[in-house]
């Protein structure tokens, strides 16, 4: 694994060096178009560095926070419902871990048109698989009878935060994103028809239980 403290005392490290590299090229007043260059290199590293820094302690922390809270949802939900205290400490830590991103890609001027979008689109799909398979999971455990039709639905309810947070990611580019929605709706129409026997026969076990 990493060590933490050695990974966290190298960047506080270098971002001191870096510090004392811009304090020093300042100094040295280098002229012409190279001192331009080195002076928005030297203005850029602590930026950089300090961005590195924020994330990695961030991360910590919210890995740390989230633990906490979901320790707490845990206790809080009866026995029957603790997978949705666990749903709820997974969707915290996708959202606290987009927050920290956002905040370090702009502190090292990492924006344009793409990132935030990005961010968005990969919260979407990363709290798409989490509610899919508690949901999924929730519904077997309740009802047996539709452990064949599981695999299928967990499936679908993939597909479909996929392509919601494709949509997200593509936002700004019209012409993708009319390509990811066709393409959405030609694997729903192809999972509905492989779905229909599955359903059909679910629907047909479950009224011979009730006539027995």
């Given at each position: ?105 702009d502190l090292m001027l990492f924006t344009g048109p793409l990132v935030y979008p ?45 392509m919601v947070g494709l949509g997200a990611i593509f936002a700004n580019f019209p ?36 006539k027995e």
């Amino acid at each position: 694994g990493i060590d933490l403290s050695n990974l966290i005392g190298m960047l506080i490290t270098a971002f001191i060096v870096v510090i004392g590299i811009v304090v020093a090229l300042h100094y040295l007043r280098i002229g012409g178009e190279a001192g331009m260059l080195v002076a928005q290199v030297a203005e850029y590293l602590p930026r950089l560095i300090g961005g590195i820094i924020l994330l990695t302690a961030g991360l910590i922390l919210v890995a740390l926070l989230t633990d906490y809270i979901g320790k707490l949802l845990t206790g809080l939900f009866p026995k029957q419902f603790v997978e949705i205290g666990e749903m709820l400490r997974n969707l915290l830590l996708i959202g606290l871990i987009a927050l920290v991103v956002s905040i370090a890609l702009d502190l090292m001027l990492f924006t344009g048109p793409l990132v935030y979008p990005l961010i968005l689109g990969t919260v979407i799909i990363g709290a798409g698989i989490f509610i899919g398979h508690t949901i999924v999971r929730n519904i077997v455990e309740d009802h047996p009878e539709f452990a064949a039709a599981a695999p299928y639905a967990k499936f679908l309810l993939y597909l479909v935060f996929l392509m919601v947070g494709l949509g997200a990611i593509f936002a700004n580019f019209p012409n993708t994103a009319h390509v990811v929605q066709n393409v959405a709706w030609g694997v729903a129409i192809a999972v509905g028809i492989l779905l229909a026997p599955v359903v059909y026969t679910l629907a047909k076990r479950m009224a011979k239980e009730v006539k027995e």
